[in-house]
């Protein structure tokens, strides 16, 4: 972990995998957060968390593997100062452009319900989000929370 990113030691960790299935997400987003209450996070921090990871679940079950069922890899490292790191890997089809892909309201999928603000939501409840993606080779989503209140220096 680098040092911007949380700045004291990991004190615990988590891995699950699950296959990209859109009823797996209830379980993504609820493992999490029972994880991150290790920190004894408020009550509204947990929402944040549960909704952030729904998003990039969710993105790993409709855009990366998009007719087919894959594996989502989610990793979660807590700090003893009081952050959450949430790694949510797929191997799916990639992100041809990231930047694009970030901006509100931006969608590949025009013909569905789909509004484009999943990395908007996700940007909006954590203290930061990174997005690497390689056409082909698949996508990793890491959200930053700190638990207590305080931002981290991006």
Same mark, same amino acid.
Do not use: W
């Given at each position: 972990?680098?040092?911007?990113?949380?700045?004291?030691?990991?004190?615990?960790?988590?891995?699950?995998?699950? %296959?990209?299935?859109?009823?797996?997400?209830?379980?993504?987003?609820?493992?999490?957060?029972?994880?991150?209450?290790?920190?004894? %996070?408020?009550?509204?921090?947990?929402?944040?968390?549960?909704?952030?990871?729904?998003?990039?679940?969710?993105?790993?079950?409709?855009?990366?593997?998009?007719?087919?069922?894959?594996?989502?890899?989610?990793?979660?490292?807590?700090?003893?100062?009081?952050?959450?790191?949430?790694?949510?890997?797929?191997?799916?089809?990639?992100?041809?452009?990231?930047?694009?892909?970030?901006? %509100?309201?931006?969608?590949?999928?025009?013909?569905?319900?789909?509004?484009?603000?999943?990395?908007?939501?996700?940007?909006?409840?954590?203290?930061?989000?990174?997005?690497?993606?390689?056409?082909?080779?698949?996508?990793?989503?890491?959200?930053?929370?700190?638990?207590?209140?305080?931002?981290?220096?991006?």
């Amino acid at each position: 972990m680098r040092k911007k990113d949380m700045t004291g030691s990991i004190k615990n960790t988590m891995k699950l995998v699950l %296959p990209s299935l859109s009823v797996n997400e209830s379980m993504a987003r609820a493992a999490v957060a029972a994880f991150c209450s290790q920190l004894d %996070p408020a009550s509204t921090e947990l929402a944040d968390i549960k909704c952030a990871v729904s998003e990039a679940v969710t993105n790993c079950t409709v855009h990366a593997y998009r007719d087919r069922v894959g594996l989502i890899y989610i990793t979660v490292s807590l700090s003893s100062d009081g952050y959450a790191k949430i790694e949510i890997r797929d191997r799916g089809c990639g992100i041809e452009d990231v930047k694009q892909a970030l901006q %509100p309201l931006y969608t590949t999928d025009a013909e569905s319900e789909r509004s484009g603000l999943g990395f908007t939501v996700m940007e909006s409840f954590c203290d930061k989000v990174k997005v690497r993606s390689k056409m082909g080779v698949g996508t990793t989503v890491t959200l930053i929370k700190r638990f207590g209140g305080r931002k981290t220096d991006a």
